[in-house]
């Protein structure tokens, strides 16, 4: 079956860095179009950032200048690096992943969240 796992989470002060991690592993091929969602408490889940499988991106305006997203195909795995990160990036961040099974089908799947907690 596929798995996606996410990592990276943690408690940082304004300012700092962390870098998130999202790795399929299972029957899949590969990646398709990878995404990065994020959810605040008391707010609706948003996306922050896309890449597709020929690696354009896409930002959400608040995180454009400091989040990048990327990809390594051979891994499997998505990457959400996070820079100058301020107290309004706190959520809990989801990848979500199409995936292309072993004939070609693609299926969506989501990561199990993981938490961001940036201090003033």
């Known amino acids: 079956q596929v798995q996606v796992v996410e990592s990276g989470g943690g408690l940082v002060q304004a300012g700092g860095s962390l870098r998130l991690s999202c790795a399929a592993s299972g029957s899949i091929l590969s990646i398709n179009v990878a995404r990065w969602y994020r959810q605040a408490p008391g707010k609706q889940r948003e996306l922050v950032a896309a890449i597709t499988s020929g690696g354009t991106t896409n930002y959400e305006d608040s995180v454009k200048g400091r989040f990048t997203i990327s990809r390594d195909n051979a891994k499997k795995t998505v990457y959400l690096q996070m820079n100058s990160l301020k107290p309004e990036d706190t959520a809990v961040y989801y990848c979500?992943?199409?995936?292309?099974?072993?004939?070609?089908?693609?299926?969506?799947?989501w990561g199990q969240g993981t938490q961001v907690t940036v201090s003033s």
């Open positions: 979500n992943l199409d995936l292309y099974s072993s004939t070609y089908y693609v299926n969506n799947y």
